[in-house]
């Protein structure tokens, strides 16, 4: 969990939402989301549009219009009550009848378009009559060239510029409230359209921006809205184009202007003027400019500060928190509906944050709910292992894999041919009382550890540790090629390894074998259970047991074992075993031909 909340921690303070062109094309996606599921509001009565839509280029039958018919426009608005007219038309050329549009203009607040040019672009004069009364902030770097109005209308209003930026999935999201141009008359810092109309009617604008150029606020009148980490304001879209009240070029004097602000531009057909928002891939320009202007004269465009980075990060903590307590609950079902359900709450705490203006960084919240969840799941998937590992220890690694994945493991299998060895330690019961508990547990860890070693090297089972006897099978789960030759070599080599064990306490091993068909099944209810060998052969093999310590022998193997292949008859004859009338083992009414010998020979 620590290492959890250090991770949110440090993704909160990156803020994925803001870097590069990926992540900020994710977080634009996501905040598309949240205007779609809050759906359309109502627009600010204060705000209208003049379009020159299709049925006003039809009238003149030319586009773009006229400064003539423009200015019969601009007089129509007058007329109908307008109190401030922004047009978002760009009239960079000189032309005859300009003065006609410049009288029209100078009846009233009107508010011209000014837009980047190309780098390199001829230097025009812009005669700012307005703008902010102060903006404080960096100084621009490498300004672009401004394609300004002709002189003569800039006599006659006030100028703004008109320039957008789109995000890397080309959706407008944002604004900036000044931008600086350069000019043949020097460096002219223009207000944005929007801004410029609000504060003619609500009062001078001050924009503040640090020096760093994160952040700052914009000021106009009694309004004041934060600047994102850009220096830009993020907009809040009331809905698809024609949210804000639209009327046509062509009957602008039946239009209900009287105190608005009016933003004039144009939406016909083929017009160039248009961009992707979060409600429509084609709203007109215009309507992005009205849009903003209805955001500060209800003060409600989107915060995205670093108040608002403050609050994602904190949420992006409490989702880190939650998706791991969620993903860490038991059971693979309930830990997958708690992680859900986590997701729905965050989500949940985004839609109810922004529809109250904050813009949180849904990206670094979704990270760190992944963190959460996915270093829960990986912790509970390394448990997992480590307990399965932990009690794979406790059977033999042939079988834990089908132990593991079965329901019902080693169901309806049929006897099997194996061999079963039994070793014991000749003498423990007077070494354990003469050593005491701690002594005799570890010596006994000590044999079984040799027991398990020798055991893998030759491929054998182990079936059952009970306390100084090993039962040890060979041929399950199924028979191999070998398998006598593999017991003769597990009985040598753990021979070999207790006589050469400098903490062996000079106890000698008896070892008995048979071979013969065995069952391989689990035993045990529903909550408790082994897997078992079981059959007449592991029966036999403990009996011989009986044999070897009679004769006090430290061998003894079956006949059906040394009869099973050419090398075991040669591997007693080698070390000189003895065949016995057939015994009658006890607790057995068949008799069986056992071989008795000592694996090693005697210390003289």
Not at 73 to 98: F, H, M, N
Not at 195 to 210: D, E, F, L
Not at 405 to 412: I, N, Q
Not at 517 to 542: C, E, I, K, Y
Request: aromatic residues 6%.
């Amino acid at each position: 969990m620590a290492g959890v909340v250090l991770g949110a921690l440090a993704l909160g303070l990156w803020h994925p939402g803001e870097r590069g062109a990926f992540w900020q094309g994710i977080e634009g996606r996501l905040l598309d989301a949240r205007f779609l599921v809050r759906g359309p509001l109502p627009a600010p009565q204060q705000v209208a549009i003049v379009a020159f839509d299709d049925a006003a280029i039809e009238r003149p039958a030319t586009f773009p219009p006229s400064r003539t018919a423009l200015s019969e426009v601009v007089s129509g608005a007058w007329q109908a009550g307008a109190r401030v007219l922004a047009l978002d038309v760009l009239l960079i050329d000189p032309r005859p009848d300009d003065a006609v549009l410049a009288a029209a203009l100078a009846r009233g607040m009107a508010i011209l378009g000014v837009a980047e040019a190309a780098s390199g672009a001829s230097l025009v004069t812009l005669r700012q009559r307005g703008g902010p009364s102060l903006v404080t902030g960096p100084e621009p770097q490498a300004p672009l060239p401004a394609m300004g109005p002709d002189p003569v209308l800039q006599e006659a209003a006030d100028l703004a510029h008109v320039t957008v930026e789109h995000g890397p999935d080309g959706v407008l999201r944002r604004l900036r409230p000044v931008l600086s141009v350069a000019s043949s008359n020097g460096l002219v810092t223009l207000p944005g359209l929007a801004v410029a109309a609000v504060s003619a009617q609500a009062g001078p604008t001050r924009v503040s921006i640090p020096p760093s150029g994160v952040g700052g606020r914009l000021e106009i009148g009694p309004v004041s809205v934060p600047l994102d980490l850009r220096g830009t304001v993020p907009l809040d879209y009331y809905g698809p184009a024609g949210s804000i009240p639209t009327y046509s070029a062509a009957s602008v004097s039946q239009a209900d202007l009287r105190g608005k602000i009016v933003f004039v531009g144009a939406t016909a057909t083929g017009f160039g003027d248009r961009h992707a928002t979060p409600f429509d891939a084609t709203m007109p320009g215009v309507e992005v400019h009205a849009t903003f202007a209805a955001n500060l004269l209800t003060g409600r465009p989107l915060r995205r500060d670093g108040v608002a980075w403050g609050a994602s990060v904190l949420l992006g903590l409490l989702a880190a928190v939650a998706g791991c307590a969620a993903a860490g609950l038991n059971g693979p079902l309930v830990a997958t509906v708690a992680t859900a359900g986590a997701a729905l709450a965050m989500a949940a705490a985004l839609q109810a944050a922004f529809s109250a203006g904050w813009w949180l960084d849904a990206t670094t919240v979704a990270m760190c709910l992944a963190l959460g969840a996915g270093a829960s799941a990986a912790a509970q998937r390394f448990q997992q292992r480590r307990r399965a590992t932990n009690l794979a220890r406790y059977q033999s690694p042939a079988l834990v894999e089908t132990l593991a994945t079965d329901a019902d493991p080693l169901r309806d299998r049929p006897p099997l041919p194996a061999v079963v060895v039994f070793v014991d330690v000749v003498g423990f019961t007077p070494h354990a009382e003469r050593s005491g508990p701690a002594r005799t547990y570890a010596f006994l860890a000590a044999f079984t550890r040799q027991v398990e070693q020798a055991a893998d090297r030759c491929g054998g089972m182990i079936a059952d540790f009970a306390g100084d006897g090993a039962l040890v099978v060979f041929g399950v789960p199924e028979p191999g090629a070998d398998d006598v030759g593999q017991a003769l070599r597990f009985i040598e080599q753990l021979d070999a390894a207790v006589l050469a064990s400098a903490d062996w306490p000079g106890l000698g091993l008896r070892f008995s074998a048979h071979a013969g068909p065995v069952q391989l099944g689990v035993l045990g209810g529903d909550r408790h259970r082994r897997v078992a060998v079981s059959g007449d052969v592991v029966n036999t093999a403990s009996r011989l047991q009986d044999s070897a310590r009679a004769r006090d022998a430290s061998l003894a193997l079956s006949g059906a074992f040394v009869a099973a292949t050419p090398h075991a008859r040669r591997w007693a004859g080698q070390r000189g075993l003895v065949r016995l009338e057939p015994q009658q083992l006890r607790g057995r009414a068949a008799l069986e031909e056992v071989w008795v010998g000592a694996l090693r020979p005697s210390t003289p």
